[in-house]
T-cell receptor
Framework: EDQVTQSPEALRLQEGESSSLNCSYT??????LFWYRQDPGKGPEFLFT???AGEEKEKERLKATLTKKESFLHITAPKPEDSATYLC????????????FGTGTKLQVIP | DTGVSQNPRHKITKRGQNVTFRCDPI?????LYWYRQTLGQGPEFLTY????????KSRLLSDRFSAERPKGSFSTLEIQRTEQGDSAMYLC???????????FGQGTRLTVV
């Protein structure tokens, strides 16, 4: 069964203090890995898709990387508006119709 | 707004009542998904449609749950004889056959009292 584990569960950063969130996964035949951002009371917002080990993608202060066992979401010089829960997810080995999510990392950036 | 639209945003119902939620996907997307999310957890897959065909259902989807997507456009999720354990955020997402990532709606928050 596909498993996704995210750490830490919660992270509190000062504005400008860079850090990384971790997503480790167990899946038979990785078909990709997704990162989403979720604000309280809202649906997840798509950030990145990574397809193969060594791939990196960036968007503003966020950079996602992928290895054969885990993915990192690096946050550089975060701002309070980056506060949210960050979710990673992997598609089922049989296809993209079913995706398994981790429980997320709740990030709080303090001014 | 061309995103995924869900209605209602909030629903409070008494235990034992039936409820129905609607999802309007992004217009050119032929794949539609339903997920359920409880507090502190990630979304859990419930079911998947490609056009009007329901191709996969999770074991989480008990007999009290039914989903439809007539004509491959909007979708409805019905829960019969609601239980307190059904209280959750119900999320709908859609994707195109050309792209792997799914785009989510804002969800319907169900509270069963």
């Amino acid at each position: 069964e596909d498993q996704v584990t995210q750490s830490p569960e919660a992270l509190r950063l000062q504005e400008g203090e860079s850090s990384s969130l971790n997503c480790s996964y167990t899946v038979s035949g990785l078909r990709g890995l997704f990162w989403y951002r979720q604000d309280p009371g809202k649906g997840p917002e798509f950030l990145f898709t990574l397809y193969s080990a060594g791939e990196e993608k960036e968007k503003e202060r966020l950079k996602a990387t992928l290895t054969k066992k885990e993915s990192f979401l690096h946050i550089t010089a975060p701002k309070p508006e980056d506060s949210a829960t960050y979710l990673c997810a992997v598609p089922h080995s049989g296809g993209y119709q079913k995706v398994t999510f981790g429980t997320g990392t709740k990030l709080q950036v303090i001014p | 707004d061309t995103g995924v639209s869900q209605n209602p945003r909030h629903k409070i119902t008494k235990r034992g009542q039936n409820v129905t939620f609607r999802c309007d996907p992004i217009s050119e997307h032929n794949r539609l998904y339903w997920y359920r999310q409880t507090l502190g957890q990630g979304p859990e897959f419930l079911t998947y449609f490609q056009n009007e065909a329901q191709l996969e259902k999770s074991r989480l989807l008990s007999d009290r749950f039914s989903a439809e997507r007539p004509k491959g456009s909007f979708s409805t999720l019905e829960i019969q004889r609601t239980e307190q354990g059904d209280s959750a955020m119900y999320l709908c997402a859609s994707s195109s056959i050309l792209n792997t990532e799914a785009f989510f709606g804002q969800g319907t928050r169900l509270t069963v009292v």
